[in-house]
């Protein structure tokens, strides 16, 4: 069966085609290409709905769009929402990330908590939608490291690593990150209720 993927970012093209080929190879994930919706909502949840009906209304077929972010717990959850766009209009991830670590510099806080969040959202053409959610919890570095992944990764250090060899995401391998991110832990909630497409 076919899904499209209503999103324009391709790096998440790319790990869910990875996630989907190792969990779901019976499921062909086609890319979107089409009009791109005001993102103006205040939830993940929200978001994602946003787009995958945005999708599926212009393609005919069901279609899956994930809304995610990094959230800091010292700063109440923020980025969030926002994570995409914290340092301005364009989308910068070094200038995100940069902002970040100043932001948090000013703030004693030595655990730094803070986990990844990706809301994926199911459209079907009937109207009907699930909404499912996958959090990664880790703690933010004091600086960048690695070239992997993208957005945030040089910076996040997600929790169960052996101590002394902790990594960030930007310096795991992609099958590293796609079989563990708050990306696959979504798609796995959303896996079994794929069975009926
Ligand atoms: P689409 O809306 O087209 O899907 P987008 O990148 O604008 O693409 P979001 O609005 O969901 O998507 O923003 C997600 C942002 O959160 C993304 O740009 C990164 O800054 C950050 N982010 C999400 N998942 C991430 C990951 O796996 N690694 C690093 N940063 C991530």
Sequence with gaps: SRIVLATHNPHKVEEFAAIVAATRPDIEVVGYDGPEPVEDGTTFADNALIKARAACAHTGLPALADDSGICVDVLGGAPGVFS????????????????????????????????????????????????????????????????????????????????????????????EKNADSHRARAFTALAPLLEAL
């Design 84 to 175: 995409a766009y914290w340092a301005g209009h364009r989308k910068d991830a070094r200038a995100n990330l940069d902002l970040l670590l100043d932001q948090l510099a000013d703030i004693a806080d030595p655990h730094r908590s803070a986990q990844f969040v990706s809301t994926i959202a199911l459209v079907r053409p009937d109207g009907t939608h699930t909404v499912v959610e996958g959090t990664w919890p880790g703690r933010l570095a004091r600086e960048a490291s690695g070239g992997g992944g993208f957005g945030y990764d040089p910076i996040f250090i997600p929790n169960g690593q052996p101590a002394g060899a902790e990594r960030t995401v930007g310096e795991w391998s992609a099958d």
